[in-house]
Nanobody, 121 residues
């Protein structure tokens, strides 16, 4: 089955940086959009950034200018470079990818297990 595995989370001080990675593996025909979501305690999961097949991107207003999403299709990996981190960025970050497992089916969303990002002084 398809699996997404995140890495790169951790604890940093405000103003610090982290780089998250998410690698997809398994039987994959094609990957369309890839994205990062996050969920803080007591809050709904929210879209942080998305990158399409043509590399166009979408960012949440709260992270524009600070976060950068990118992808490496050869490695089936999506990255999230997070700079100028704020305490409000503290959350579990989840990788998402829309994937076709074969050419005659629809794409389906797949999720990673999440990686904790904590920003505090």
């Amino acid at each position: 089955q398809v699996q997404l595995v995140e890495s790169g989370g951790g604890s940093v001080q405000p103003g610090g940086s982290l780089r998250l990675s998410c690698a997809a593996s398994g039987l994959i025909f094609s990957i369309s959009a890839m994205a990062w979501y996050r969920q803080a305690p007591g809050k709904e999961r929210e879209l942080v950034a998305r990158i399409n097949r043509d590399t166009t991107t979408t960012y949440a207003d709260s992270v524009k200018g600070r976060f950068t999403i990118s992808r490496d299709d050869a490695k089936k990996t999506v990255y999230l470079q997070m700079n100028s981190l704020k305490p409000e960025d503290t959350a579990v970050y989840y990788c998402n990818a829309d994937i076709w497992v074969n050419r005659n089916s629809r794409s389906s969303p797949y999720w990673g297990q999440g990686t904790q990002v904590t920003v505090s002084s």
